[in-house]
C-alpha cells in the first residue's frame, strides 16, 4: 500500500520560510519522479516543483529563485523548501509520486496548509 505522509505546512509571515516535507513508503523511490502541487481557494491545482528520478527540476515560474524542491533517498522523501514567502503562495500544497515507466501509476498525498499572512 502506498503512503505519503506530508509535514511542515502552517501559517507564516509575509517573507517567511517554511519546509515541507513527505516520506513515501510502498513504492521503489528511485523510480518515481516526485512533486509538490497546490490548490488555493476557487483555483485550480497547479504543479509548483517536481524533482525527477535523475534530481531534474522544474519549477513553476511564480516560485523560480524562491523555492527549492529536493530528494533523499535515504529516507524515501522530498522536500520543498520555501523561502520569500508571500501571501498568493497560501494554498493546500499535496504531495505527488509519479512512476517514470508507467506514467499513469501516480498518488497523492492528503495535503497540507500553507498560509502567508500578516
Known amino acids: 500500500q502506498v503512503q505519503l505522509l506530508e509535514s511542515g505546512g502552517g501559517l507564516v509571515r509575509p517573507g517567511g520560510s517554511l519546509r515541507l516535507s513527505c516520506a513515501a513508503s510502498?513504492?521503489?523511490?528511485?523510480?518515481?519522479?516526485m512533486g509538490w502541487y497546490r490548490q488555493a481557494p476557487g483555483k485550480q491545482r497547479e504543479l509548483v516543483a517536481r524533482i525527477a528520478s535523475d534530481g531534474s527540476t522544474n519549477y513553476e515560474d511564480s516560485v523560480k529563485g524562491r523555492f527549492t524542491v529536493s530528494r533523499d533517498s535515504a529516507k524515501n522523501t522530498v522536500y520543498l523548501q520555501m523561502n520569500s514567502l508571500k501571501p498568493e503562495d497560501t494554498a493546500v500544497y499535496f504531495c505527488?509520486?509519479?512512476?517514470?515507466?508507467?506514467?499513469?501509476?501516480?498518488?497523492w498525498g492528503q495535503g497540507t496548509q500553507v498560509t502567508v499572512s500578516s
Open positions: 505527488h509520486v509519479q512512476s517514470k515507466i508507467i506514467a499513469s501509476l501516480q498518488y
Open positions: 510502498g513504492i521503489i523511490f528511485s523510480s518515481y519522479a
